[in-house]
């Protein structure tokens, strides 16, 4: 089937078959690495990107599903620049692999479209969808406080 | 190919922790699966479905018509092709003058399989779901045969013989130590306990499911071996063994790698089998393992259980200590799993305690299980948890202070350098430093008024500490070489051989050559694995890297100085002064920047992290979920180099233990299968868990290498899993719970504090 998506805001009209997923449209027919696959249970939360400025697990969405969407992935989130979510993330140190890193960061970016000055409880329920193997977490958790306070800060 | 990583970069304003991280938040990072040659293959590996069967026929003709197959690999293909068995690494001498008996893994499984997951065949084919849906039509007949689970069942009389050459089942009986002199010890003293600990089977689970790419160019006949590795040299070494290849003919390169925790040191059979399928096909093949069958085919950790027992005097000071274990290798030897077995849960037996007698024995024994191999600490973990909880065991048992009965059994300082009753030297620790500062931050004193103010709000309160030492690594090869070279900007490239999956090397080597030369550590770059050096070095394990290369660095910042002092004074810098490396460089022709190269070389053995770690727990009844409520880290890891790094692998590994404490089990079913095959039946660790880690460190520094640091890569989960483990039967004892095993999950808890439901 023919779908026609938005991704990191360049259209693209894409051959797909019926079985494919979303995150394997990114990944294998546009070279979007950045969005990894962790697992296969919809769990780990490595393939998250944005649908329609929603955090998705784009290995449960099919491409067909996604024909009309927007999608937002971790190479078009900062554009030429970083996105306080990405400034966050280095500078509290919340990453070591990095191979979960861009899910967090995409999750946290749909976190904090949620919830711009999110409780603890808020953190940890938006984080549960996401493993990390490396840091403990705490520092991610840190990172979401410090971006939170960031975009407070430049859209006040 | 677009197999070269993305170039480092960063932005002016943004304060990197590391100069790894801006590729890692950019989604531009260059893991294994990300690499995509021209005209790849894909490879989908069939694989048993039987814990222990015989192969009665295979027919893959269906396969091989399939769209799209290329080839279809049995034992048969990888024997032709000079193929064979993936290597162990190590072996011992056995109890009594034995031999010990090894069973390697075929890459491809003839005859028999051995466990759920063992690789039968491979199909490559053009698209890896052509691959697969070929693989589907797969014709194999097994006459599955009875398994053996645990090694309980593997050592009964007349238990079935997994392999010809191990009678038993039983691999390697070790010991070490004088059991004459602790079965005296254990006669004549007054006070004993024992207590045994089973540290359960784990899933390593590095978030970057396992890949790899083979490319092999028939112009030079160098075959290009793409894989997350810890270090490409031993991981080179055993995939010429284990292909049967010349080691020249093989290149491994590895870039980005997403975890590893010990499991990204061994070939698996893909490695193998991608290698021999570029070469056989003349295109580049790769696989990358689905989560399912990563769970079914990735060496898995722990698996021991220690059987520990403690004589104590009257005044409680410890007149012996005694381990009798049980290494459940699983299916086969894979890597270090001898070395866990026998000498890293031996060498530190007698943890951070002055001991007279001391003895172990162990057991390593075959399974129908997923091999066992390195996870975090590699049976370090294991023996810290054994001693730790054995102590509390045995301060509850005969009426002793836990802090106390630690404190008058610690090394004393005068002792040092100590050897052990089985003759490992300590070269110096500050126990009561540690335990000291964790007390006060932990606020231990105060527990009893917290533990009543849960009680009155219906909650159980538990406090435990461990005092753990562990013994890093000693090194696989002699030395740790590295290079250094200047480009024209002044700019200093590393070469090394130790590969990191986390851990910031490039950012830790660049702050010791900026300490060291005084070149800032933005001028400073690292390099793994750069094929065409002769480097000599140990791949990234045993918490060993930032002191084994960070040695090496060190010797290579004394040679370009050095140097770099010879050519100044040659080109008229005046005696007695220095030039500035950073403007200096910049100004040389290249004939002067080559005479700057050079090589630091070091021999660095184990060091000894050691610590004190105090959690406090809080139980609801109601449902047997425990939340940590504080959780201080007190550790001597030698001289810190990067301390938000450190910070950072503490965190990581404090939580690491955590998983295995309170929700991490791979469980084997009757028949050999496994239960917690997926993410949906095996829990790990998720944000919260710990809130915090309240870390400090004492820094005593070693004299044992040039860097001063013990390593902090396993102390996290060393120190956690003895003291949470504690902090929970401090709770549970008082509600009338002897003994528990871990993980102490929510429906485990609530069973144990309700028998009677």
């Given at each position: 089937m023919n779908i026609s998506i938005e991704v990191n805001g360049k259209a693209q009209s894409l051959e797909v078959e019926g079985r494919t997923l979303l995150v394997e449209v990114l990944r294998e027919q546009l070279g979007l690495t950045g969005t990894h696959v962790g697992c296969d249970t919809s769990q780990c939360g490595c393939c998250t990107v944005l649908v329609d400025g929603q955090g998705v697990k784009a290995c449960t969405m099919l491409a067909g599903q996604a024909d009309g969407c927007r999608i937002t992935t971790i190479e078009g989130l900062g554009g030429q620049s970083l996105h306080p979510v990405q400034v966050a993330f280095t500078e509290c140190h919340a990453l070591q692999c990095g191979f979960c890193t861009p899910g967090m960061i995409m999750s946290v970016t749909s976190l904090l479209s949620r919830h711009p000055n999110p409780t603890d409880e808020q953190i940890i329920e938006g984080l549960a969808g996401n493993l990390c193997r490396c840091t403990g977490y705490a520092n991610i958790i840190a990172a979401v406080r410090q971006a939170a306070g960031a975009m407070a800060g430049s859209a006040a | 190919m677009s197999a070269v990583p993305a170039s480092e970069t960063s932005l002016p304003g943004v304060h990197y922790a590391r100069r790894e991280d801006h590729r890692l938040i950019t989604g531009t990072g260059a893991f294994t699966d990300d690499l995509r040659p021209d005209q790849m293959l894909h490879g989908h590996v069939i694989r048993s479905p039987h814990a222990r069967a015989r192969i009665v026929r295979v027919d893959l003709s269906a396969v091989r018509a399939a769209p799209g197959v290329h080839w279809v690999m049995t034992a048969e293909e990888v024997i032709q092709q000079g193929g064979g068995s993936l290597p162990n690494s190590f072996t011992f001498p056995g109890r009594g003058g034995t031999t010990q008996q090894v069973a390697t893994m075929p890459v491809l499984a003839h005859g028999q399989v051995l466990f759920v997951g063992q690789p039968v065949a491979m199909v490559v084919a053009d698209t890896a779901a052509q691959a697969q849906d070929a693989a589907e039509l797969a014709d194999i007949e097994y006459e599955e045969l009875e398994p053996v689970v645990t090694p309980d069942q593997a050592l009964a009389p007349g238990a079935p013989q997994l392999h010809p050459n191990v009678p038993g089942n039983l691999s390697l009986h070790f010991e070490s130590g004088d059991e004459q002199a602790v079965a005296e010890a254990f006669a004549r003293a007054p006070l004993k306990s024992r207590h045994r600990v089973h540290s359960q089977r784990l899933v390593g689970f590095p978030m970057e499911p396992r890949a790899v790419i083979a490319s092999h160019d028939a112009q030079t006949g160098i075959t290009r071996l793409f894989t997350p590795s810890q270090g490409v040299t031993g991981m080179l070494k055993s995939v010429a063994v284990a292909s049967g290849i010349p080691a020249e003919q093989i290149d491994v390169l590895t870039y980005d790698v997403g975890g590893s925790f010990g499991l990204r040191s061994n070939p698996y059979s893909e490695h193998v089998l991608v290698v021999l399928a570029a070469r056989h096909l003349g295109r580049p093949v790769g696989w990358t393992g689905t989560r399912s069958e990563v769970f079914v085919s990735e060496y898995q950790g722990r698996a021991l259980t220690l059987d520990g027992s403690v004589a104590l005097d009257r005044d409680g000071r410890i007149l012996a200590l005694r381990f009798d274990d049980t290494i459940d290798l699983g299916a086969f030897s894979a890597g270090p799993s001898s070395l866990i077995g026998a000498r890293n849960l031996s060498v530190t037996m007698g943890g951070s305690y002055r001991v007279p007698a001391l003895y172990m024995n162990s057991k390593l024994v075959y399974t129908n299980a997923v091999p066992m191999a390195a996870y975090r600490g590699a049976g370090r973990p294991d023996i810290a948890f054994a001693i730790e909880t054995l102590l509390d065991h045995a301060a509850h048992e005969h009426g002793f202070d836990p802090v106390v009965l630690r404190r008058i059994n610690f090394i004393p300082p005068e002792a040092f350098p100590y050897k052990t009753a089985n003759g490992t030297l300590y070269d110096l620790c500050e126990f009561h430093r540690t335990l000291d500062r964790a007390l006060e931050l932990s606020d231990w004193a105060g527990f009893d008024a917290r533990r009543e103010a849960a009680a009155r709000q219906g909650k159980l309160r538990g406090i435990g500490l461990a005092c753990y030492l562990e013994a890093s690594g000693a090194g696989a090869v002699p030395a740790d070489t590295v290079q250094g070279d200047f480009d024209e900007q002044g700019q200093l490239t590393i070469y090394g051989v130790t590969g990191a999956s986390g851990q910031g090397h490039e950012t830790s080597f660049a702050t010791i050559v900026e300490q060291e030369l005084g070149l800032p550590a933005s001028r400073v770059r690292y390099a793994a694995g750069h094929h065409g050096r002769a480097l000599m070095g140990n791949g990234t394990g045993g918490s060993r890297t930032l002191y084994g290369a960070g040695s090496a660095i060190v010797e290579l910042c004394a040679r370009i100085r050095e140097q770099a002092q010879t050519l100044w004074a040659e080109s008229g810098g005046a005696a007695g002064s220095a030039p500035d490396l950073a403007t200096w460089i910049p100004r040389l022709d290249a004939a002067q920047r080559a005479r700057l190269s050079a090589e630091g070389k070091a021999q660095s053995g184990s060091t000894f992290p050691n610590g004190t770690h105090v959690a406090e727990i809080e139980i609801d009844p109601a449902t047997g979920i425990t939340d940590v409520v504080r959780y201080v880290a007190v550790d001597?890891?030698?001289?810190?180099?990067s301390p938000q790094l450190v910070i950072g692998q503490l965190q990581g590994g404090v939580v690491q233990g955590w998983g295995q404490v309170f929700c991490e089990h791979a469980i084997y079913d009757e028949r050999g299968q496994l239960s917690t095959g997926s993410l949906m039946d095996y829990a790990l660790p998720k944000a919260g868990c710990i809130p915090t880690v309240e870390a400090e460190q004492i820094q005593a520094r070693t004299e044992l290498n040039r860097v001063g640091a013990k390593g902090v890569g396993e102390a996290g989960c060393t120190g956690s899993i003895p003291a949470l483990t504690n902090a929970m039967m401090n709770a549970l004892r008082r509600q009338g719970v002897a003994a528990m095993d871990t993980p102490f999950t929510a429906a485990r808890v609530w069973e144990a504090l309700n028998p009677a439901a």
């Open positions: - | 001597d890891l030698g001289r810190v180099i």
